[in-house]
């Protein structure tokens, strides 16, 4: 799924640094975000790319100098950060998202170039494949395939039994690959997995915004006994008022992004973002010592959370079972 990610990168304090490759040499990381760490759950992932790059020896304040740069939104403001970025003549940009590495890759075909959060690195042309980019792009893909949605299907009906009838939604999301041509990405399809469990899985697309409150009325007068979602840019930005209403509705709600049961969702499984955050300093750090990114690997998630919420099950009056309590990696009360 290809998404933009709200997500910082945070200023941290050091740690002790390892051995660098040219000693005395102040390297220069060019990032682009879209927006600053606003709250301590976001701020970990700034954390969390500090410390892989602190693995290989980096740490900001004595050998390496992150020059921050954040869309706040305005997504065609990418393209002028990179060019920046590019003039200033950093070592690595680091992008999270793929309208960001998008940007980043027309800037510059030999300033090295890791991304976070791209769903679909070969469809938007940063990357000749998964195994060996090629080129100067690597980093981290958020896709995991359909079998991780469908855990939070799972893990929903464990809580939630009497769920018949599940409202899923879906946002399509179009961008331009680096060469300007159109690609559209389609969420995965889960309706079988849906079967399997005994529910209906109904669809409720969302493009913009503005339809979050139509979508709303709709899943109320089809009697949906539960909402769900993978998240990406479009719903992430709108959690708040995705959980608000799912909550005021008496709707257990299940996701595919952590922040969402955060601001008060049930359950989430997917991907652990602080992990693969770390990872993207890690390769960050091993290119500043002379890997080439057309060498390293597009990593895929290997590691995933399961989160869950019992003060929202409670005020749903719903019991969370001890088969999802012993699974949970992290249980807000």
Known sequence: RAFVLIVPLAILAAGPAADAQQPGKVYRIGTLGNVPPITPELK???????????????????????????????????????????????????????????????????????????????????????????????????LTGPEVATKQLEFLKEIALKTARLAWITSMTTLKDVAGRRVVVAPPVLEAAARTLGMELHEFPVRQPED??????????????????????????????????????????????????VEGGLLSYSADHVEAFRKSGTYVGRILKGSKPGDLPIEQPMKFELVVNAKTAKALGLTIPPSVLIRADEVIQ
Do not use: C
């Not at 709303?216 to 007068?221: A, G, H, M, V, Y």
């Not at 709108?238 to 709600?253: D, M, Q, T, W």
């Open 44 to 142: 970990r992932y700034g954390d969390a790319l500090l410390q892989g790059l602190r693995e290989h020896g980096f740490v900001q304040g004595q050998n390496l100098v992150i020059e921050r740069r954040y869309a706040e939104g305005r997504a065609e403001r990418f393209a002028e950060f990179a060019a920046e970025h590019v003039r200033n003549r950093v070592d690595v940009i680091f992008a999270v998202g793929p309208q960001a590495a998008i940007a980043a890759a027309r800037a510059t075909k030999t300033i090295p170039i890791v991304f976070w959060g791209v769903g679909w690195p070969v469809e938007h042309g940063l990357a000749s494949s998964l195994a060996r980019p090629g080129g100067n792009v690597t980093g981290m893909t958020f």
């Open 212 to 261: 979050f409150d139509a979508a709303f009325t709709r899943i109320l007068e089809s009697r949906m006994d539960a909402v769900g979602l993978i998240g990406d840019v479009l719903t992430y930005a709108a959690r708040k008022r995705i959980v608000e209403f799912a909550n005021r509705s008496g709707l257990p709600s299940t996701f595919g992004m952590k922040d969402f049961v």
